[in-house]
């Protein structure tokens, strides 16, 4: 586990766990060793903060690649922070920018770490549940790892759309652990990366219990810095 990481679990993560007692349900199906995808909703920038607080193991997030090339002081410090907390940089402008976040997870995920990625694209602008991208399920068959599917529950509350940081005794924060999705020998052409990546939406959407919208969100103003290709 990078350093940066782990010094954040030990500042931050008693913290929020005191602050908000987040109830934890099927953290047996994260696995001990090797590498496994985590696909979750995705309601409020907070769920990261909560994810790798509950996880014991290092979490590769995705994050902007504006973060890592910033000039001065500022983007010397933002590169040092996010290359110490393990985040894989990924381009906003999609195509074969975007890809390149993929290029980097694959050796992340054979190496046996975890990486997290969120589907839907961006947070859901209603609390729905939307369709759901296919980078999760071509990143699973093409390292051979499994998914493991998360929902959160009340993290938008906790902290909704323009909140600097999640606010306490505002909302009961959930974070659910489904059982793994093993993709291994599935064919990869279009149609069944569709079909993998729709079993994988339902299970996510029943451990949140949320509306399922058959359509993709409608893209942010200001898109996330932590996105799905």
């Known amino acids: 586990m990078p350093l940066l990481y782990t010094i954040g679990k030990l500042a931050v993560g008693p913290t929020l766990r005191l602050a908000f007692r987040p109830t934890v349900e099927g953290l047996e199906n994260v696995p001990q060793t090797g590498g496994a995808i985590f696909a979750g909703n995705h309601l409020s920038v907070a769920d990261e903060l909560f994810l790798g607080t509950v996880v014991p193991r290092h979490l590769a997030f995705w994050a902007k690649s504006e973060y890592f090339k910033g000039a001065g002081v500022k983007g010397a410090i933002s590169k040092f922070v996010l290359t110490g907390l393990g ?30 990625v ?84 339902s299970e996510i959407q029943k451990l949140t219990g949320q509306e399922y919208v058959p359509r993709y969100a409608p893209p942010r103003a200001h898109p996330d810095p932590i996105r799905e290709a």
Request: charged share 25%; net charge positive.
């Open 87 to 116: 985040a894989i940089p990924v381009e906003r402008g999609g195509g074969r920018a975007a890809l390149s976040a993929f290029d980097a997870a694959i050796p992340a995920l054979k190496g046996g770490d975890l990486v997290v």
């Open 118 to 201: 969120y589907p839907e694209g961006t947070r859901s602008p209603d609390g729905r549940l939307y369709r759901g991208r296919t980078g999760a399920v071509r990143l699973a068959t093409s390292t051979g790892v499994p998914i493991i599917p998360v929902g959160m529950i009340g993290t938008d509350k906790a902290q909704p759309i323009g909140a600097r940081v999640p606010r306490p005794g505002t909302a009961k924060i959930t974070i659910r652990f489904g059982k793994p999705l093993d993709f291994t020998g599935r064919p990869t052409d279009r149609a069944s990366l569709r079909q993998m990546t729709d079993e994988m939406m």
